[in-house]
């Protein structure tokens, strides 16, 4: 019984970090600058993670059954995470990059002048969509190798880190939390990227290699617009 009560703790203090750290944000940018600058920083927050759940979503049910059948053997689990790995991410996160770079333009045509403050908070927020591209893909070698309790566990260091970067960023003024946020989430990058890769047939390394040319082009395509 105690054991049981240790885990449903464990889940209900996962989903209770999870919610906010996927939610103070929004609430931080209202308590500093007020209702204008939330609708601002969610336009673009909203504009930035379209992409993103939209690959998401579908990816990870083509990649979990397959991941899941080939548990037991680890050359083919690894050639496959990893080369899913970097076609996706040659994809996005260079687009996401030059995105950054062309914020203001970009927010003029999707929602108008108006709207055109929300830039500021589209270029940053696309900096941190990059880096949630290149690690959303950790979840799949939990899921896919039984290790669920692992990750909750993780996620209970690297959640308090993601809140902490936004309210410390929110000393800031408005433009902080979004710089705080994506501060955060490089810091707990290379975290989460240990924690994943452990006993499972992709190591740090694997993903590093994965990954280093979609960043190489994110930047050199930043850099030529």
Avoid: C, H
């Amino acid at each position: 019984m105690g054991g049981l009560l240790s885990v449903g703790g464990s889940f209900t203090a996962f989903d209770l970090l999870n919610y906010a750290s996927r939610n103070i944000d929004t609430a931080a940018v209202g308590v500093v600058a007020g209702a204008e600058q939330v609708g601002l920083y969610d336009r673009a927050y909203t504009l930035i993670m379209l992409p993103v759940r939209q690959l998401q979503a579908p990816l990870t049910r083509v990649v979990i059954p397959v991941l899941s059948r080939l548990q037991e053997a680890p050359d083919r689990y690894r050639v496959y995470f990893l080369t899913i790995v970097s076609a996706t991410t040659l994809v996005t996160v260079p687009a996401m990059a030059v995105s950054a770079v062309l914020a203001e333009p970009l927010i003029s045509v999707v929602y108008g002048e108006r709207w055109s403050e929300s830039a500021k908070f589209f270029a940053v927020l696309a900096i941190g969509g990059s880096l949630t591209m290149l690690s959303f893909s950790n979840g799949w070698l939990y899921t896919t190798l039984g290790r669920g309790a692992e990750q909750i566990r993780w996620a209970l260091i690297t959640r308090p880190i993601l809140i902490a970067g936004i309210l410390i960023g929110s000393v800031f003024g408005p433009l902080g939390v979004a710089l705080g946020f994506v501060s955060a989430q490089l810091l707990v990058m290379p975290i989460t990227y240990r924690a994943a890769t452990r006993n499972s047939p992709v190591s740090m390394r694997d993903i590093a290699s994965a990954v280093s040319r979609p960043v190489v082009s994110a930047v050199v395509s930043a850099a030529a617009v």
